[in-house]
Structure formats: C-alpha cells, structure tokens
C-alpha cells in the first residue's frame, strides 16, 4: 500500500502546495514513486505543475471522456452511477518520472455538502454509505496502477468534510505555517478542530454499514510528522528577520503547548522515539525555510522545484549567478533533509 501524507492546514497561503510539489520532487529525486493529489478547488498544484494560464487549457483534462482528474474519479461514488470508482489517468510531470498528478477540479467543491451529510449521518442512509471510504478508495487504486510509493494530498485552507476525510484517511500529516499572527492562532484551532475529527473516524470505523460499504471507510489512525514553517511575506515589505524569529518562537511554544498534547490525547503522535530518531525536539519544525525569493517565480515559470533550476532557466551569468546557484543549494539541502526525514519517520512506523 502506498503511503498517504496530507499537507494540511486551514490558514490560506502557508506554502502547503508549494511544499507539495517541491517536497514531492525531492522524493523523487531520491527513488520513490509520488502521487501528487491536488485536493484543492482552486486547483493551484494542478496549475503549477502543468502550467495552466487559464480554465480553458483545463479542457483536455475536463473534457477527454476518461478519468483524468480528482472529481471525474469520484463521480461514480458521488453522483450515484452504477459503474465503479476506477483509477485516474494521471498527468506525468515533465522532468521528473517519479511523479505523478491527480488533476484537481473546480466541481470538487461541489461534493462538500453530500459529503459532510454522509460523514454526520454515519451509514444510517444506504444512498451515502459508499462517500467516506470512495476518496482514499481511488488514492489507492491509482497508486496501485502507477506504483506509488508516496501519496502526497494538497488540501484547501479550509475545515470543511473533504478536509476532514482526506486528514483521517492519510497515514500521517505535515502541517505548513507561515511566521504570523495567524499561524500562531492555528495551533490553537488544530489542537480543538483535529481530536473532533479522530473522534468522528473512530466511529465512522466502527460502524457496520460504513464497512460493509463498496468502498469500506478505511481503519487508519493517521500521524503528526511534523510543521514546516516558511519565513516569507507574501506582502511587499521589509521585514527584520528578528520579526520572523519572535513568530517562529511562537508557534513553537504553540505546537508545544496546543497541539502536540491535543494530538497526545488523541493517539495522532508518533512515538517519541521516532521524532528523537530524526532528532526533532518537541515543537520543532521538521523543515523551516527562508524566503525563497526570486527563486519561486523562476520555479512556477519553469515548472520545476526552487532547487532544481538550470543555468539558462536562471537566466544570469556572472557573480549573480554564483549567488542564486548558492541559495538554490541551500534549499536543496533543506528539502533533501527534509525528505530523508519524512522517510525514516514513515518507516519507523512500520518497523514499530
Ligand atoms: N518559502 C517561500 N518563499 C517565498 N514565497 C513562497 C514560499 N512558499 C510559498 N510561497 C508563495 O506564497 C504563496 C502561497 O503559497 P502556496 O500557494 O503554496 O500556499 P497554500 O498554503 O497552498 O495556499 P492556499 O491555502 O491558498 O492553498 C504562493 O504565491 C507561493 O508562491
Ligand atoms: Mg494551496
């Protein structure tokens, strides 16, 4: 079974699809095989890594009659057909063989609301038993059919029942934050929000009906790899770097204090042995990261991760040069840690 890891957060704009892509490369790059699933409406993963300008390039993937992306694969489960969930079609990514993408849509958005009445009514009606199992149901089948090794799940800023099945169906999850005010307030809304949604899958995985299911709602007791935190503005101004240390230290002592004993009471931590065994401390980020700068534009441009951009795709010659390649190799390091990290971390539990 492929391995599935949600990158969630409800605060907008804290990297997570920029860390989906850009930690799925790296993935990659070190051999395994990763499903990108991009979960979110607003299709911004499926935008970066295919390079749409506008919903009508999206036509040859909305329009070609096969299952080619996150809606079309569930519409068999959610419009109530009478043919199977089957595997998507995945995009491949180019310059990168190991990777693959379940396109997002639009009309997923429109699934939220069936969703969560399945989800609140918990099998009572046989019309919607099939809903809470049919999402990680068609993960699975195409990470069978491609040969995945990783499932990476890019989530909308949101608290929604799409979020909500997709957190408690992953095998583990990352939580990205920004250096803010906000992020600081989302260690406290993750610490009440997640323990409800465990409580609600230790139910949903005992009830009969939901099993018995086409699509079983699966029996997973997802866990808590770690944050990352990016000090960037996305506003255009100059922030002292002292700013961003005062945030960071705060939404550690909010990890530490908030969530971390929510996510305790909750069984969603892993042993403390494995956060030692990859030598994260209590409340410490798995990965941090500076602002990628003018890196990030050349990234999307070029449909390639911050560390993988060429010379010619850089564009300058010279010292500048030297000094890009040199940021360039920074990331590339905090990301291959990073993803050595998640590794030993998704091993270790299936060695304990
Ligand atoms: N380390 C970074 N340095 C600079 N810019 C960044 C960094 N990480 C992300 N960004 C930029 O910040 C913006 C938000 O990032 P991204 O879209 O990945 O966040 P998100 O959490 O997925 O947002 P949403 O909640 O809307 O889905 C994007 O424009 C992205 O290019
Ligand atoms: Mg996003």
Request: aromatic share 8%; proline share 5%; with cysteine.
């Amino acid at each position: 079974m492929a391995i599935q890891i949600s990158l969630f957060n409800h605060k907008g704009g804290v990297s997570k699809t920029t860390t989906a892509f850009n930690l799925g490369w790296m993935l990659a790059e070190k051999g395994k095989r990763v499903l990108l699933a991009d979960c979110d409406p607003q299709c911004n993963l499926t935008g970066m890594v295919l390079g749409y300008k506008g919903t009508e390039d999206l036509a040859r993937i909305y329009e070609s009659g096969s299952v080619r992306n996150i809606r079309d694969g569930l519409a068999p489960a959610f419009e109530s057909r009478p043919a199977p969930i089957e595997p998507v079609d995945c995009e491949p990514i180019a310059g990168q063989p190991n990777m693959f993408l379940i396109p997002g849509h639009i009309g997923l958005a429109e699934y939220e609301v069936t969703l969560g009445i399945a989800q609140e009514l918990a099998g009572s009606l046989v019309t919607l038993q099939n809903l809470p199992g049919s999402i990680s149901h068609l993960f699975q089948i195409t990470a069978t059919k491609y040969n995945i090794d990783y499932i990476l799940v890019d989530m909308s800023p949101s608290l929604g029942s799409i979020n909500q099945n997709l957190l408690m169906t992953s095998d583990f999850f990352l939580v990205p934050m920004a250096t803010d005010y906000f992020s600081v307030m989302a260690t406290v809304s993750l610490a009440s929000v997640l323990p409800k949604w465990k409580a609600w899958s230790q139910k949903a995985q005992n009830i009969a009906e939901l099993q018995r299911a086409t699509y079983p709602f699966p029996k997973i007791n997802p866990k808590f790899l770690g944050t990352v935190i990016q000090k960037y503005r996305l506003r255009k101004e100059n922030t002292p770097s002292g700013a961003f240390q005062e945030w960071i230290a705060e939404i550690e002592e909010g990890v530490k204090n908030k969530l971390i004993p929510a996510l305790s009471a909750s069984d969603m931590l892993m042993s403390h042995g494995a956060y030692k065994s990859i030598g994260i401390e209590i409340g410490k980020p798995l990965l941090q990261m500076s602002d990628f700068n003018g890196l990030i534009a050349l990234s999307q441009k070029h449909k390639v991760p911050v560390f993988g951009l060429s010379d010619s795709q850089i564009g300058q010659t010279g010292v500048v040069l030297e000094r890009t390649k040199k940021s360039m190799n920074k990331f590339r390091d905090l990301f291959s840690a990073a993803a050595d990290k998640v590794i030993q971390l998704t091993n270790y539990a299936d060695s304990n």
